[in-house]
């Protein structure tokens, strides 16, 4: 079955960094594009950023732009995210997504605090 998980976050002050990693399984990964998505508490899910199956058209969020880099490694069923000059309004709970297969992850806490 599909299997989505993802790895990477914890405790970070502000103006620091993470890569969070989200590793497929259960679907042929390089013919799905993919996304990330965060909930902040309270707050809806919202889109992170996007990358196509090979990795050439790649969206972000406003709130992330330039801060915030997704790739894929299609050999290893792997997608990232990686986070740098981190914010407090960026702890959220993010999550791996799979569009196409309306399949989630379990999530991975980010929380940005001094």
């Known amino acids: 079955q599909v299997r989505l998980v993802e790895s990477g976050g914890g405790l970070v002050q502000p103006g620091g960094s993470l890569r969070l990693s989200c590793e497929a399984s259960?679907?042929?990964?390089?013919?799905?594009?993919m996304s990330w998505y965060r909930q902040a508490p309270g707050m809806g899910r919202e889109l992170v950023a996007h990358?196509?199956?090979?990795?050439?058209?790649?969206r972000y969020s406003d709130s992330v732009k330039g801060r915030f880099t997704i790739s894929r490694d299609n050999a290893k069923s792997t997608v990232y995210l990686q986070m740098n000059s981190l914010q407090p309004g960026d702890t959220a709970v993010y999550y791996c997504?799979?569009?196409?297969?309306?399949?989630w992850g379990q999530g991975t806490q980010v929380t940005v605090s001094s």
């Open positions: 997504y799979a569009p196409a297969l309306t399949s």
């Open positions: 990358i196509s199956t090979a990795g050439y058209s790649i």
């Open positions: 259960g679907f042929t990964f390089s013919a799905y594009a």
